[in-house]
């Protein structure tokens, strides 16, 4: 049973656009979310994230919505450079317990010049 | 600089032998986490460790293996129980609950590809 769901494998977009990444949950007890960027053969880094009270959080180039009602968040990054070609996963904390972390299939995303 | 060290990066096993992955980390950092990669399947988590000498089971747990003797480390053993034990390792730390920003965040290290011939 997938709980966190990005049901788009790849993405492409051309440089200096925006690029939209999309993540839906299932389940309501989540309070966290984070976007996670990995390169190949490397670990994912932590990029961005939000708390379930907020419905927006902005950091440079990068926002995350969330819209709780629909169990959706999406990352969007503007403007689109060559060094974001990465994989993305979104990742769900439970409210309560061992602050395990769910996480998304992966989106892999390519910056095309 | 603080961080998480996986070691070996590469690992050949054969079937049927026990193999062990290595995570240390300095960063002080209470919790930690061993995930599996596996392609269109994101990463699903094995064991994690809250505290020294203590570990709970993640979502597949079955045919893994793990110890918390130290704070610093949380090595990881594949046994021959694994069915399908080919997979990108990953090892991740947290800090405690009560720590201030960042207390959400899981550092990972660089990983282990571990195949099975």
């Known amino acids: 049973d997938q709980q966190v769901k990005q049901n788009s494998p790849s993405l492409s977009v051309q440089e200096g656009r925006i690029s939209i990444l999309n993540c839906d949950y299932t389940?309501?007890?989540?309070?966290?979310f984070l976007w996670y960027k990995k390169y190949p053969a490397e670990g994912p880094t932590f990029l961005i994230s939000i708390s379930s009270i907020k419905d927006k959080n902005e950091d440079g180039r990068f926002t995350v919505f969330l819209n709780k009602s629909a169990k959706h968040l999406s990352l969007h990054i503007v403007p689109s450079q060559p060094g974001d070609s990465a994989v993305y996963f979104c990742a769900a904390r439970y409210v309560q317990g061992a602050q395990k972390l769910v996480f998304g299939q992966g989106t892999r995303l390519t910056i095309n010049p | 600089d603080g961080g998480i060290t996986q070691s070996p990066k590469y690992l050949f096993r054969k079937e049927g032998q026990n193999v062990t992955l290595s995570c240390e980390q300095n960063?002080?950092?209470?919790?930690m986490y061993w995930y599996r990669q596996d392609p269109g399947q994101g990463l699903r988590l094995i064991y994690y460790?809250?505290?020294?000498?203590?570990?709970q089971k993640g979502d597949i747990a079955e045919g893994y293996s793990v110890s918390r003797e130290k704070k610093e480390s949380f090595p990881l053993t594949v046994t021959s129980a694994q069915k399908n034990p080919t997979a990108f390792y990953l090892c991740?730390?947290?800090?405690?609950?009560?720590?201030?920003?960042?207390?959400?965040?899981?550092?990972f290290g660089a990983g282990s590809r571990l195949t099975v011939l």
């Open positions: 960063l002080n950092h209470d919790a």
């Open positions: 991740a730390s947290r800090a405690a609950r009560r720590s201030l920003s960042g207390a959400n965040v899981l550092t």
């Open positions: 460790s809250q505290i020294v000498n203590d570990f």
């Open positions: 389940n309501s007890m989540f309070d966290y």
